[in-house]
């Protein structure tokens, strides 16, 4: 089992950056395959990025692809969401996610992960 701690949240103006951490317990957390959804008000949470357990495969959700960044260091039990040219839109509250040994085959769906972070605020002014 792990225990995720997300943040590194805050209000950032269009245009500029911020970089979520999300810090786990356990001795295990290279085994994880992690992910970032993020969930704005009145909207279903949605996939953001993952990186994959083993080979550090990642993936992203076209709105964000070329824009956000997901890397991990297995040292600090650590993954992170480098977050650039911030929009509006990204307004929301970001959740790390994980899962033990996950090929990511379902990468996309929240219900795939069994363990999750309290979440970090982020807001994006215009």
Known sequence: QVQLVESGGGLVQAGGSLRLSCAASGRTFSSYSMAWFRQAPGKEREFVAAIRWNDGTTYYADSVKGRFTISRENAKNTVYLQMNSLKPEDTAVYYCAG?????????YSDSIYPYWGQGTQVTVSS
């Open 99 to 107: 899962r033990s040994y996950y090929s990511l085959s379902k990468y």
